[in-house]
């Protein structure tokens, strides 16, 4: 009987003990699925070291204080930026995957014939998050000094010149084909990856020029390592005071200004998307990538366009407004 009772006691110890481990075990399996249970991936559809991967590891660096998990920057390079906008198209859209793009999200429908994803129907919009201009460079011993100087070299060397940029539908090769057309030579183009690769080439003298963003830019233009002919702003950045704008050195209208926005997969639950939004926005607010960020040239995206709706309606505009400006310059690709 002892023995019985024994027994029964050590029955319903190890029931009970079994049941407060299912009764702790339940939140805290809750609490594991609560997103993000392990790392996100950022997609990144240029070169590293350029200025999509520079704006995209500001975030990433700063994002795991307010997710708790770290994000990873994978960059995904190739065509214009097509080709790793349409593998986040095609991600399981379970939170854990997203894609920082710019203009190109808004180009690539009226530049690539065969473009295999809508990026105004297959992906959840996150947010914006900054603008930057652009600058446009020459190699550091090309003999022009200024704009003007640039215009003369190029009218007598048009057949010498090459003019790098990062694939249709960067803003690279945008910026650099608004120019061509603007001063009227037809000088030769040499794709790369993205301009992390292209301003390795201008700076080893491989390449005569480039238009690139200001978050890759200034570094190299404040040590002297390449030449400035103009930024491509209305008027002068706070960041670069001295540097002329291409309007006011004769360019009119030459305006390019560069926008980046987080987007996953369609079908991303909105828990995570919503959570998501907030990390980015808290790391736009911090304030080692806020200096940063202004230092390079960057603007944070305004409040309204730090949204989901903010950015699909931004997105919606610019898909409408590049659209007749590309057929009409007839620049496409399969
Ligand atoms: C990059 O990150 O390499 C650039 O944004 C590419 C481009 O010029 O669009």
Not at 92 to 102: K, R, S
Not at 189 to 216: E, R, S
Request: hydrophobic share 45%; with cysteine.
């Amino acid at each position: 009987m002892p023995l019985s009772t024994t027994s029964s006691w050590r029955r319903l110890a190890a029931a009970t003990l079994l049941l407060g481990g299912l009764a702790l075990a339940v939140p805290l399996t809750a609490a594991a699925q609560a997103w993000p249970a392990r790392p996100i991936t950022l997609v990144v559809p240029f070169a590293a070291g350029g200025p999509t991967d520079i704006v995209a590891r500001a975030l990433a660096a700063v994002m795991p204080k307010t997710l708790g998990q770290t994000v990873i920057v994978e960059n995904k390079t190739g065509a214009g930026g097509t080709i790793a906008a349409a593998s986040v198209a095609r991600a399981q859209p379970d939170g854990y995957t997203f894609l920082i793009h710019h203009n190109g999200m808004a180009t690539a429908p009226s530049l690539y014939r065969k473009l295999t994803y809508d990026p105004l129907n297959d992906f959840e919009y996150v947010s914006q998050v900054v603008d930057v201009p652009m600058t446009l460079l020459g190699r550091k011993d090309l003999p022009a000094k200024d704009l003007p100087e640039l215009l003369t070299y190029l009218k007598a060397n048009a057949d010498k010149i090459n003019l790098a940029h990062a694939g249709l539908g960067a803003v690279s090769h945008l910026c650099g084909m608004l120019f061509r057309k603007a001063v009227g030579v037809e000088l030769t183009t040499v794709p790369y990856q993205g301009t992390g690769p292209a301003m390795i080439a201008l700076l080893g003298g491989q390449v005569d020029l480039l238009c690139d963003q200001t978050t890759q830019t200034i570094p190299h233009i404040k040590s002297g390592a390449v030449k400035l002919y103009g930024v491509t702003t209305p008027s002068r950045l706070k960041s670069l005071p001295d540097a002329p704008t291409l309007s006011e050195q004769g360019l009119q209208g030459f305006e390019v200004v560069v926008w980046h926005g987080v987007y996953a997969p369609k079908g991303t639950p909105k828990d995570a998307i919503d959570k998501m939004g907030a990390a980015i926005r808290a790391a736009l607010q911090d304030p080692g990538v806020a200096q940063r960020m202004a230092d390079l040239g960057a603007v944070v995206a305004d409040d309204a366009k730090l949204s989901p709706a903010g950015l699909q309606s931004w997105l919606t505009r610019e898909v409408q407004r590049y659209g007749p400006v590309i057929k009409a310059a007839g620049q496409f690709a399969d």
